[in-house]
Every structure is written in C-alpha cells, then in structure tokens.
C-alpha cells in the first residue's frame, strides 16, 4: 500500500469549513484513499472514500486531485465534535486491513 | 445493527495469566480483523481473517498471541502469557469486501 503523509495538528475554528490534506504521491491506479477519524478513546470511524473521483456524503467531502497524488478531506461545519485523530489511508481493492500511519490531530476551536 | 461488539471494555490481569478478548462482527460481514493500540506504536493489525479462514497473521507479536474464528458470529484474541508490555487497547473491525471497515469500542487491556 502506497504511503501517506499528513500534517501531525491542525486548528479550525467551530462552523468553518475544516480542510485536511493528505498527500500520496505513490498512489498505485487501482488503490483508494480511505479517511477514518478516532475520537478519544473510541474506535476508528469510517468517514468516506475514494478512487478517482470527488465524493461526498452525509458527514465530508473527499476532493482528489486530477494526478491522484494527493486529496483533501473536508469537514463543511466543524463541531466541537469533531475534535479527533484523522487518518488519510490508501489501499488496494483487496479484503486485507488497513495500515494506519499518524494521523492529523484535528481541534476545533470554540 | 448493534456493529461489531467487543467484550470485556476493561480487564485488569496479573502478568502470567491467560486472557481471552471477544469480538462478535456485524451480521453478513466477512472478514474479521484484530488491532492493537499504544501510545508508542499507533494502531497495528494482528491478523485478519476471510469468511472465517485466518489469512495474515504476520502482525501477531509473539507466540503468546493466538486468534481463533470457530464461525461467522464470533472470534477471540488470546493472550498465553500475558506480559505488562501487552497493556493496550485492542480493536476488532469487520467489513464486507470492499465496502468501509466497521470498529468496535475496543477492549483496553491492563496486565500488572
């Protein structure tokens, strides 16, 4: 699986727009880039993912740029919520587990 | 659906003794996977396994560490010894081919 890199923090003031990028330059074309988020003391969250397109769905929005070697999740309205852990993944189509790196260290601010 | 459900959420043992941690998967998932948490190290895959059929367990420490999935329903992490450097928090996800992976509340394991 490709590697990701990610900032380790990241502040974002409550009702902003919370913008995480992730880069993956070694992005292979049949892997995805996955985002899960942990808050404290809970299990990692799914939140979405994508293989080449833009998604969105009830809780962010995934943009992946056109070379596909880097993407950025966005949270629209950040809540006091959704202070946790993010983690950007890449994988393969396969049914093996997923590799978790640092992750960002997402606060958001009241 | 109730998700994945781990059991114990805390167990507090003496170095030396066995620990067995429980994981029951969401319904129609079929593969099952186990993930340790520290501090020092993040969160690391242990084994996983497909339609019950243990796949990778490159990931298990030591031969003190076993998993076992006798069905669909159900699996189990043993610890045998366990050891004050296997404190930890360990996770269980399921997920149904490709779709997102599904996390327990985890099970945060103390040996003294």
């Known amino acids: 699986d490709a590697k990701t890199t990610q900032p380790p923090s990241m502040d974002c003031a409550e009702g902003r727009a919370a913008n995480l990028p992730c880069n993956h330059s070694t992005i292979s074309g049949n892997e995805y880039v996955y985002w899960y988020r942990q808050i404290h003391s809970q299990g990692p969250q799914y939140i979405i993912h994508g293989l080449k397109n833009n998604e969105t769905n009830e809780m962010a929005s995934l943009i992946i740029t056109e070379d596909r070697k880097s993407s950025t999740l966005i949270l629209p309205h950040a809540t006091l919520r959704d202070t946790a852990v993010y983690y950007c993944?890449?994988?393969?189509?396969?049914?093996?587990?997923?590799?978790f790196g640092k992750g960002t260290h997402l606060i958001i601010q009241p | 659906d109730a998700g994945v459900i781990q059991s114990p959420r805390h167990e507090v043992t003496e170095m030396g003794q066995e620990v067995t941690l429980r994981c029951k998967p969401i319904s129609g998932h079929n593969s099952l996977f186990w993930y340790r948490q520290t501090m020092m190290r993040g969160l690391e895959l242990l084994i996983y396994?497909?339609?019950?059929?243990?796949?990778?367990d490159s990931g298990m420490p030591e031969d003190r560490f076993s998993a076992k999935m006798p069905n669909a329903s159900f699996s189990t992490l043993k610890i045998q010894p366990s050891e004050p450097r296997d404190s930890a928090v360990y996770f269980c996800?399921?997920?149904?081919?490709?779709?997102?992976?599904?996390f327990g509340s985890g099970t945060r394991l103390t040996v003294v």
């Open positions: 993944i890449v994988k393969g189509g396969g049914a093996d587990g997923l590799t």
């Open positions: 996800a399921s997920s149904l081919s490709t779709s997102g992976y599904t």
């Open positions: 396994f497909n339609n019950n059929v243990p796949i990778d």
